[in-house]
């Protein structure tokens, strides 16, 4: 994966925005006892989406594993195997 460019990393990270909107209603709705099946594979896609914005080659994604939770000061924080991804996208990366 070669550098990432400005256009690039706000793509992905609005595409982790709304894989981040996506998990908070569906934890809203969870709350009232209401399941949304294929909520899993709407994940899927979004970070597809987010490895093809960063050129990473999606035969390679299948083994990749990314979480994303939102820092107290609002920011998106993605915890991931891969810190070289994390990095060049420009956000933090935990193991």
Do not use: P, Y
């Not at 809203?28 to 899927?44: F, M, Q, Y």
């Amino acid at each position: 994966m070669g550098v990432v460019t400005d256009v690039q990393r706000l793509a992905a990270t609005r595409l982790l925005e709304l894989a981040r909107d996506l998990f908070q209603q569906n934890a809203a709705l969870e709350a009232a006892g209401i399941t949304i099946n294929g909520l899993t594979s709407a994940w899927d896609r979004v970070v597809m989406a987010v490895f093809d914005v960063l050129g990473i080659d999606s035969t390679d994604a299948g083994s990749l594993c990314m979480v994303i939770c939102e820092c107290a000061d609002g920011s998106l924080e993605i915890i991931t195997c891969i810190d070289v991804l994390t990095e060049q996208v420009g956000l933090t990366a935990k193991e």
